[in-house]
């Protein structure tokens, strides 16, 4: 009885403290400020020069820094970035970014699953929606969370796109709940202000 009890306990604190990420993150942040829109990232994630041709207006990676560095033998890679998207009004730039996400031949999207979407306030008062899917990446090997805030700025006369990227090995996307993702990314889209 006692080793049923032991190996219980082991497995209860085994899987609770691998679900839950490293919430000291959250205590150290930069603010980034552009004349339209202000977020606050963990301060210690590394800078990514944007690619030249693209909308990406900033870029960083965090791997290593909040969930395990590997999984599964493989690299567990974590990026976000702020991409420009012309768009209308909030809900053409949503639907634009959901159309994008079929129109990539890298992705194979596991059969009957449906993409994300919650309306939201951001703090500055306008709406936003947080948008998620995910998928495999035949060219990397790699399954992928990804998940959109979609902005629209009136300021800026266009939407925006913040977009959390983590790859990782799972066929199950079981990394996605057990490492809480979706709460994740709620955290660090609550530091974002639209002027």
Same mark, same amino acid.
């Given at each position: 009885m006692? !080793? ?5 306990l ?13 919430k000291s993150i ?6 980034i400020?552009? $004349? ?5 990232i963990?301060?210690?994630?590394r800078?990514?020069?944007?690619r030249?041709g693209?909308?990406?207006?900033? /870029? ?12 599964n033998g493989y ?6 970035f702020m ?8 809900? $053409?730039?949503k639907?634009?970014c ?7 031949? $890298? ?7 449906n993409?994300g979407?919650l !309306?939201i ?10 948008l998620?899917?995910?998928f495999f990446r !035949?060219?990397?090997?790699l ?6 805030l979609?902005l629209y ?6 939407g925006? /796109?913040y977009t ?7 066929k199950?996307y079981k990394?996605?709940s $057990?490492?809480n993702l979706s709460?994740?990314a ?10």
């Amino acid at each position: 009885m006692k !080793k049923v009890l032991t190996l219980f306990l082991v497995s209860t604190l085994s899987s609770i403290s691998f679900g839950q990420i490293n919430k000291s993150i959250w205590d150290s942040l930069r603010t980034i400020e552009t $004349d339209y829109y202000q977020l606050k990232i963990p301060y210690n994630w590394r800078e990514i020069p944007p690619r030249e041709g693209r909308q990406t207006e900033l /870029m960083f990676e965090g791997s290593g820094l909040v969930f395990p560095s590997s999984f599964n033998g493989y690299p567990v890679i974590l990026t976000i970035f702020m991409v420009k998207q012309e768009a209308s009004d909030l809900e $053409d730039c949503k639907n634009k970014c959901l159309g994008a996400y079929r129109a990539n031949q $890298d992705r194979e999207f596991p059969a009957d699953f449906n993409d994300g979407e919650l !309306k939201i306030k951001l703090q500055s008062g306008q709406e936003a929606y947080i948008l998620n899917t995910h998928f495999f990446r !035949k060219t990397k090997g790699l399954n992928q969370s990804r998940f959109d805030l979609i902005l629209y700025s009136n300021k800026a006369q266009c939407g925006y /796109m913040y977009t959390i990227s983590v790859q990782y090995a799972d066929k199950q996307y079981k990394f996605e709940s $057990d490492n809480n993702l979706s709460e994740f990314a709620k955290q660090l889209y609550s530091y974002v202000l639209l002027k």
